[in-house]
């Protein structure tokens, strides 16, 4: 007597899936969250910052961990416009502080925000800067376009015991992120990026396997 046999149909882990888009879920909540919170400055150019947007093709977000010197600020500035380059035009523009807008019409609205997030943004505690951190996180869930993520500042803490599980939620989702759409990748523009709790903030993303930029030292 012979039998017939049944395809047998691959097992897909639904519930793999659905911690993935639980995650994802929160974090662009979160960011949504923080956006409103740390929108402090009018804006003026809404119409056209909503057309760049939809004409993009890829994204960069500055997020300002703490205050620097004007100096820094202005030659931070220059090295990203510089970095972002011919780009311009079909670059989504982001930056994540407390003191200003987080969506930039030009790249000379860009240039001049970066400046002012370093000049004025405040002296964060390490949790606030974490949450900074997750509002970058929460409006990557929003774009598939590849993204580079510029860290300026400092990290206002001597070890990262209190933001290190959260940052590596973080900088897993953004690799996550990199998987499933456009890369994701980090460019250090840290104070001192030898300090020791800096190789390890940095570490965090290396380690999660996201692509990590250590440009050189920038002058002032």
Known sequence: MSTTEEPVEPTIRQGSWKLVFAAFGLLA???????????????????VERERRKQAKRVAFTVMLSPVSPERARALAKYIVNDIGADSMTTDLVVASTVADPWCSNIGEYQSTIMKAGIDTKNLSIRKQGELLSMIAGLLTKSPLPSTLYVCGAVNADDLESIGPRTQRTAQAMQLRSTLAGEVRVVNLMEEP????????????TQAGVTVVQPQPISQ
């Open 29 to 47: 909540i979160t960011g949504l969250t923080l956006s409103v919170l740390y929108r402090e400055t009018p804006k003026k150019t809404g119409v």
């Open 194 to 205: 030898n300090r020791e709790v800096h190789r390890q903030y940095i570490d965090i993303f």
